[in-house]
């Protein structure tokens, strides 16, 4: 039972479905594998143990019945402490809401568990889901499974940092500035940010979201596969009426041109050689695999990046001064810079802002009509060595803006793991940034499969 834990999602569906393994066993060996890995890492910060059990004990109750346990029967999963799930607090990393506790599941978790996912724990986040990095005054300091010296990415690293540990096959994530990309990039994994409207979201425990977070924050998956990437998608993005905003539309979508667009620097980014050396190789790949790569210019990410910043800040500022209530240091730093980037908006500052969103989102359709998919880089760089955006901000910031260039249109894009790289802080995962047309995840994980498949796979970190 002990190796159990190392299966993909795809293999323990399968051999639960089968009843060739039972899911208390699936369950009971990655709750084992928390207490083997967690200890060096963080990354899980509350255990469920007991209703893990018996959510697996119900998934081997409907096998045996032969009824249909669901296409995630007896996977383990983690999900983010920033959604709600029944009887558990939505910390969002954050002591002020410590007793935050959920009256009922938000619609992601509510999939998941229909799917027949067994959740195993809650992972940690940055404060306010603010950061690249993953610290907070209430859960700690989340590390990289691969690299102690590395981020693990935020604000979903502890989400990224537990799968690569092996603890779940799928990572449940939120991605509004790189929250899903940027962890799977950094701790060797692949992960996916879905179009806006895609997977429906709604946290009961608090007030709806502002139009900013409504446009921009998605919930997304992050795993060691593609194919575990896909089952995940697939549960994820049942319909739910609680969020008015989800589109119900299948995961596969039809046929398209196997054209693609490579961008190395977009807009004058800084991309490193290592850096520059995955873009490529992710080309290569692709090509190999039939695909027509040409290098082009990307659409503008510069200015939407500016306006995500303006209404996410907008929305934060809204809420009155909860960043000094809060008191966590390093929220109060890196708010403190992200206001030296974006002042305090008019209303008709915030109103030309969502304006503008419509030009630039035309702008980027009109650009994947004809190659459907965009290789970019995750960041301009590696990954930061850790809490790197305490003492250089603007570093991060700059190398981030492909991150946070793309979340203003609400276009799907996806991290994709292509092996590793040396540099001073050590051996550093490295990965490329695929984009394609607004729900059109289909494309991302037909290019992801094909690049997978020419290359070094995501495997498990021995922290």
């Known amino acids: 039972m ?56 119900a998934v081997d109750e409907a096998v045996k019945a032969g009824r249909d346990p669901g296409p995630l029967a007896g996977v383990p999963v983690t999900t ?35 799917a027949g996912a067994v959740i195993v724990g809650r992972t940690n986040t940055p404060a306010f889901s603010l950061r690249w990095f993953t610290r907070n005054s209430l859960r700690g300091w989340t590390k990289n499974p691969w690299n102690p010296a590395l981020t693990p990415g935020g604000s979903s690293g502890g989400a990224a940092s537990a799968t690569a540990a092996g603890i779940g096959a799928i990572g449940h994530g939120t991605d509004i500035a790189g929250s899903v990309r ?100 992710t080309a290569a790949r692709l090509r190999d695999a039939g695909w027509d790569v040409a290098e082009a210019e990307a659409p503008p990410l510069r200015e939407p990046a500016r306006l995500q910043l303006r ?26 810079e992200m206001e030296k980037i974006c002042p305090e908006p008019s209303l008709f500052d915030v109103m030309d802002a969502l304006q503008a969103r419509l030009a630039f989102l035309r ?20 990954p930061f060595p850790d809490q790197l955006d305490q003492t250089d901000f603007a570093r991060c910031y700059e190398a981030m803006l492909p991150q946070c260039g793309l979340p203003l249109m609400g276009v799907p894009a996806a991290s994709v793991f292509t092996g ?36 070094e796979k995501p495997g498990i970190a021995e922290p």
């Open 80 to 114: 983010k402490e920033n959604v709600d799930q029944t009887g558990l607090p939505t910390t969002n990393g954050l002591r002020m809401q410590a007793g935050l506790v959920a009256a009922e599941d938000n619609p992601v978790v509510a999939n998941l568990r229909r």
């Open 311 to 336: 209404l996410w800040l907008a929305e934060m500022r809204r809420a009155g001064p909860i960043v000094e209530k809060e008191g966590d240091r390093d929220a109060l730093h890196t708010f403190a």
């Open 182 to 281: 940027y962890p799977a990039y950094a701790c060797g994994l692949h992960g996916i940010r879905p179009t806006q409207g895609r997977v429906a979201a709604f946290n009961p425990s608090g007030a709806d979201r502002h139009i900013g977070a409504q446009l921009m924050a998605v919930s997304g998956p992050k795993a060691r596969s593609v194919a575990d990437l896909r089952l995940a998608m697939e549960a994820m993005i049942a319909p739910d009426l609680r969020d008015p905003w989800h589109v119900p539309l299948p995961l596969a979508m039809g046929d398209f041109p196997k054209r693609a667009a490579l961008c190395v620097n977009p807009e004058g980014l800084a991309t490193t050689p290592q850096v520059e050396a995955a873009l490529r190789d």
């Open 420 to 455: 590793f790289c040396d540099m001073e802080a050590g051996r550093a995962p490295i990965g490329a940034q695929l984009v394609a047309p607004r729900f059109r995840e289909d494309i991302l994980l037909a290019a992801m499969a094909a690049i997978e498949a020419r290359g």
């Open 363 to 382: 702008q980027w359709q009109m650009f994947l009509q004809d190659r459907p998919l965009l290789i970019l880089p995750v960041s301009a760089e590696p």
């Open 2 to 57: 002990s190796a159990l834990w190392r299966l993909s999602a795809e293999e323990t569906a399968a051999r639960v479905r089968s009843g060739e393994v039972k899911a208390r066993d699936m369950a009971e060996a990655a709750l084992a594998r928390i207490d083997e890995a967690n200890p060096q890492i963080n990354a899980v910060v509350l255990r469920i143990d007991a209703e893990a059990l018996e959510a697996a004990d």
